[in-house]
């Protein structure tokens, strides 16, 4: 039997790298010479507190934002020289903050996941309807496919955009803080929904995430940032800590394991 060794080679390099990120806002400077790897098939949390730069971070390798110096590697090319069209074949993202005609159906917004496929003018092919079929089938709207967006509550919305990302039938997905403005139910389904993603389809997840407690319960790999710089990085039950909470966050809180989970005591 034949063996592909340069498919099995790609299969070991890590999905994305960043290699002395740099980045300022005029004489602000908010991230300093930082450099990691995401892993390929797990799901990365960006954690720390507000200011450290892990916004500015997600949005420098979502091409957001253009570095300093430095640059972000996918797949081991630099994402500055590719079209955006391809970057979107290869990456999706879920943003903070998101918005919609109320009266456009969930179907129909799914369906703009596809646009990176599609030629000026072109209808839906059998493909897209697939693909749109799969992802309203994964996230649980197809109950909910003709309906309006406008009449969905905000965990229901929060899925049609992650829907939408799937449509685009990458395997790696950014999120920007999706529990943002949930209720505790909601924020669960989500972060249930996106841990079934990585389990069930191998999606590449990486994501920034608030809550302390809910990134190392659904991360394979946390990245902690303080003052513009990689304070802690690694799998949870290994990097965090009283310490390195105290390191990111300013605050010594105790850390306790329950079931060979850890969780941090917030009161």
């Known amino acids: ?9 790609t299969e070991q390099k890590p999905a994305m790298e960043v290699k002395g990120l740099s980045f300022a806002y005029g004489s602000n400077k908010v ?20 200011g450290c730069g892990k916004s500015t971070l997600f949005s420098l390798m979502t091409r957001n934002l253009n570095p300093g110096k430095g640059k972000v590697l996918l797949h081991g090319k630099n994402i500055q020289s590719m ?3 391809d970057m979107a074949k ?8 998101n918005s919609a005609m109320d009266d456009i159906t969930v179907e129909k917004l799914v369906s703009y996941g596809r646009t990176p496929y599609m030629k000026l003018m072109a209808t839906e092919s059998e493909e897209d309807k697939q693909i749109i079929d799969w992802a309203l089938e994964v996230t649980n709207l197809n109950k909910y496919r003709d309906r309006e967006v406008g009449k969905l509550s ?9 829907a939408m990302a799937l449509a685009q039938n990458t395997k790696i997905l ?3 803080e999706p529990t943002t403005y949930l209720d505790i139910r909601y924020q669960i389904e989500i972060l249930e929904l996106i841990k079934k993603l990585n389990r069930d389809y191998k999606i590449t997840i990486i994501m920034v995430l608030h809550d ?7 991360s394979d790999h946390v990245i902690g940032l303080s003052e513009g ?19 990111l966050y300013g605050i010594r809180l105790n850390v306790a394991t329950v079931e060979g989970q850890k969780f941090v005591l917030t009161v």
Do not use: C
């Open 229 to 247: 710089k990689v304070i802690v990085e690694g799998r949870p039950s290994e990097v965090i800590s009283t310490e390195s909470i105290q390191k």
């Open 83 to 85: 079209k955006l069209m």
């Open 90 to 97: 290869k990456v999706s993202i879920v943003h903070q903050y």
């Open 31 to 50: 991230l300093q010479n930082i450099s990691l790897q995401i892993e390929k098939g797990k799901i990365t949390t960006i954690m720390g507190a507000n």
């Open 1 to 9: 039997m034949q063996i592909d060794m340069t498919n099995t080679i």
């Open 154 to 162: 905000g965990g229901q919305r929060q899925r049609v955009w992650i």
């Open 212 to 218: 302390i407690n809910q990134a190392i319960h659904f």
């Open 174 to 176: 950014f999120l920007d």
